[in-house]
């Protein structure tokens, strides 16, 4: 049953969650824009308004936002509401009254549950919608920037992929050349082309790439498309009516993430991890394994944050708030590097496994964290 005092204190935790998570947000966006400010209003006035520009841009980053720290932002809000409540005496008026501080912040720790929660979802629903234009720099904003490209295998096809440079604005690579080791190769070893840009399957065709200036070791003039009881393997204009005579279309498995080392794949649901982990862990790496084992944990490592640091927040005698910020901002970084130091040596394989090094933090930090937690809060 909910009290007055639930009511009030859900009130300011909410209100310093927001000042908190709008002010950590507003200073990153106008580092941002002031950074970039002049590909920004290029980008405003591509888009018809600068406004709409920094909106459609700012948005997605601040879910992002919101998805990194929300951890931290449930701390810091749970140390000023028992500062406040210090600071006012009344939690010396509560505790007077015969009331437990677990029971006090019993609501806080409730609402913060759901704010992580809120967090998980945001990661699985929302942000995989926006992945493209969180991927981006400003200044790939406008298709201008280029990047290095990774050379990668699509074993299932029998085609290496090269090139340039890629264009991820665009999904393009930058003189292609895909060299072939499958079916394709009784019409040519290779391919290369002036640039490749990456389509998704339709009914036309299934997911490739679009190869423009199309040449190959081979003359391809008059041969026909490679296609077997396996699938499509390579397309060519002599029997593929919407390719223009100096196209030809190059069937891959793989997303155009790949070509760039899979960074992206930070943004992606989980789902589409899982199915990257089953079908292409070879393009990835054991980092992928690391990042997937982590998104099922995430809500517990986001709470287990909280209570690292509840009982330094109920148990500062001297309730400065100062010292409490120090105290709090130190055992998150702690729990922060030590995570990062366990999850990188399962992305390399170095004495642990994958899904060791992901569960580790939340094995080694939650009993504890609930422990101390558990005493400060029945103190």
Not at 143 to 158: A, C, K, L, N
Not at 358 to 374: K, N, T, V
Request: hydrophobic share 50%.
């Amino acid at each position: 049953m909910m009290t007055k005092i639930d009511r009030y204190l859900l009130f300011l935790y909410s209100r310093v969650f927001l000042i908190c998570f709008l002010t950590l947000s507003g200073l990153l966006i106008v580092v941002q824009v002031f950074t970039n400010l002049d590909e920004m209003i290029a980008y405003g006035k591509f888009r018809g308004s600068f406004i709409l520009g920094l909106a459609e841009y700012f948005c997605p980053y601040m879910l992002s936002i919101y998805d990194r720290m929300c951890g931290l932002l449930a701390l810091l809000a749970t140390m000023f509401v028992v500062a406040w409540l210090y600071r006012t005496h009344e939690m010396t008026a509560l505790l007077a009254a015969g009331i437990s501080k677990g029971r006090i912040i019993r609501p806080i720790l409730i609402l913060s549950s759901l704010l992580i929660l809120l967090a998980a979802l945001s990661r699985e629903l929302l942000i995989p919608h926006y992945s493209s234009m969180l991927s981006k720099t400003p200044q790939e904003l406008l298709g201008e920037s280029i990047r290095p490209i990774r050379t990668t295998e699509d074993v299932e096809m029998g085609v290496i992929i090269l090139g340039r440079n890629l264009q991820p604005a665009n999904a393009t690579i930058n003189q292609p050349i895909f060299k072939f080791l499958g079916p394709a190769t009784q019409v040519t070893q290779q391919i290369t082309g002036s640039s490749a840009k990456f389509l998704s399957a339709d009914e036309m065709h299934p997911q490739g790439y679009l190869v423009a200036e199309a040449k190959g070791a081979d003359p391809l003039a008059g041969k026909n498309s490679v296609r077997t009881e396996q699938g499509v393997f390579l397309l060519l204009p002599t029997d593929t009516l919407w390719l223009k005579p100096n196209e030809c279309f190059i069937p891959c498995k793989l997303e155009f993430d790949v070509l760039r080392g899979g960074a992206a794949k930070q943004f992606a649901a989980t789902s589409d991890l899982i199915w990257r982990m089953r079908n292409q862990s070879h393009y990835y790496g054991a980092d992928l394994t690391v990042v997937v084992h982590t998104r099922f944990i995430q809500p517990l490592l986001d709470f287990t944050q909280l209570l690292i640091g509840i009982p330094l927040i109920l148990s500062n005698r001297n309730r400065n708030l100062v010292s409490m910020i120090l105290s709090c901002l130190v055992s998150f970084t702690a729990f922060f590097g030590i995570s990062i130091g366990l999850h990188a040596l399962g992305a390399s394989e170095t004495f642990l496994t994958p899904a060791t090094a992901a569960w580790a933090p939340l094995l080694i930090f939650g009993p504890l964290a609930w422990a101390q937690s558990r005493r400060a809060m029945q103190s």
